[in-house]
Structures are given as C-alpha cells and as structure tokens.
C-alpha cells in the first residue's frame, strides 16, 4: 500500500471514528441542552443529533416524573410539640434550558428547598392541624415549594406528607383525651335518651290519665305479662280512686275520732 493510500485510509478511519463519536440519540421522554464553544445553541428534540466532539458539550435532560423522598425533619409544632415528618415530593422539569442554566443541580436544589420548607410550613401549624389536616398542609407545601423552584424550570407536583412520629409521652396523653371525650359523648348521649324516654313518658301519662278505660285496659296487660312468665308472687294494682276514700279516713281512725259517714 502506498503512502497516499496509507494517508487517505487513516483519513477515513479517522472520520468514520469521529462521526461514530459525534451521533447521539436522544429518547423521547428526553430533552438536549447543547453548547458549542460555550455558547447555547437550541434545545435539541428526541432523535439522531450529531454532536462533534472537542467542539460541542450534550447534556441531557429527562423531562419524567421525580420522585423525591424527604428525609425525617425534626420539628416544633405552633404549639411546641416536637415530632419528626417525612413527605415524598413528586417534581418534573418544564423547561430544560433554565433547568440547567439556572441552577446547578435542580435535584439537589429541590431536595433542600423542600426539607426547610417543611420545616417552615410544619411549624406554623399546631399538632392537630398537623395530624387531621394534612391536605391543606400538603397545599401550602406544594404552592410554596413551586414558587421557589418555578424560576429553575422545575414544576412541584404534589407533596405529601407520609408519617408524623410525635413522643410517646404525647402519645399517651391523646390516647387518654380521646377515652375522655369519648366518655364524654357516652354520657351526652344517655342523658339525651333519659330526656327523651321521660318526654315519652309523660305523654303516655297524659294519654292514659284522660281515658281510664285505657289505664284498666294496661293493668289487665301487665298481670297478663306477669302471668305467662311463671312467676310465684302475683300483684294485683288497684286504681287510686278506689282506696283513695279509705286514706282519707285513716287519719281519723288512728286518732280514735267517730268516723262521719258521708252521704253520697
């Protein structure tokens, strides 16, 4: 082989090595951020693109879905109770160029933007708030860690707030708040039945006293109930209005007083 076919043979090897070197590929869930000399060029689209090498710098972009756990965060309540909180934040870039122009890690950036904001948000709230209101604690997270993050290209998507470890000491004391209140209710409630069985009560009386046709008729019902239960004792009432002569006299009789005979 001659010099020149030596010469010319390297020559294509060399660019065959360079244009291999200089294709990329990118996916489609994938966005390009390209510099050429220093200087930005266009964001890239999903595809073959040629980057050639010593000249252009390729950093690639995944636009998907973050999903970032925070870790536990001590923290103090509004009403000075500690409690350790974690949350997972869900993020997803939106534009690629300011993703990498405007902050040097938009993961990093975001993981430490959410862990004080949590702190921050956490400790405006009081204990309460904290366990029986978490959705509007993850509102306010999600709408105050977008707001930093907005100018990074990064979009906060959710926040939530996955487990509140408080002191067992605490634990205990809303275990027994809890019996309390539910004592309290039980007792409410019995009461509420006690007024309402003695409302029933007194209308039955009143429906009883204007008839008392009615009121003999439930006598003969209980001795009729007394009767199918085999009991040994038998009771046998007796309306008022017939031993209620013999009351009236009473006094007279203990007192050795001739008894007046009334005539009817």
């Known amino acids: 082989m001659t010099p020149v076919q030596t010469a010319l043979a390297v020559a294509v090897a060399v660019v065959l090595v360079t244009l291999a070197a200089s294709v ?16 930005l060029r266009a964001p890239l689209q999903p595809g073959v693109r040629l980057m050639f090498p010593g000249l252009d710098r390729l950093i690639r972009v995944d636009l998907r879905v973050v999903t ?6 001590e923290v103090i309540t509004k009403d000075n109770v500690s409690a350790r909180v974690n949350a997972v934040v869900l993020f997803k870039i939106v534009d690629p160029v300011r993703s990498v122009m405007a902050v040097e890690n938009h ?8 862990q004080t904001t949590l702190r921050s948000v956490v400790g405006r709230a009081d204990l309460d708030t904290l366990l029986a209101h978490r959705a509007d604690l993850n509102e306010d997270l999600t709408m105050s860690i977008d707001a930093q993050t ?15 470890e408080i002191p067992e000491a605490m634990q205990r004391a809303m275990a027994r708040e809890a019996e309390a209140e539910r004592e309290r209710r ?10 309402q ?7 039955a009386a009143d429906t009883l006293s204007r008839s008392p046709a009615a009121l003999q008729l439930r006598y003969l019902q209980t001795l009729l109930e007394l009767g199918a239960d085999q009991n040994s ?4 009432p007796l309306p008022i209005d017939i031993i209620g002569p013999f009351l009236e006299r009473l ?12 005539n009817p």
Do not use: C, H, M
């Open 24 to 39: 990329r590929v990118l996916r489609e869930y994938e966005r390009g951020v390209a510099f050429r000399l220093g200087r």
């Open 68 to 73: 970032l756990t925070i870790p536990p965060q």
């Open 107 to 114: 993961a990093v950036a975001t993981s430490q933007i959410a």
């Open 150 to 164: 907005g100018p990074w290209g990064v979009q906060v998507q959710v926040v939530e707030i996955k487990d509140v």
């Open 186 to 195: 039980a007792k409410v409630i019995s009461a509420r039945g006690e007024l």
């Open 197 to 203: 069985a003695s409302e029933e009560l007194r209308q």
């Open 233 to 236: 004792t038998i009771v046998f």
């Open 251 to 262: 006094p007279a009789v203990t007192n050795g007083s001739p008894v007046t005979r009334r």
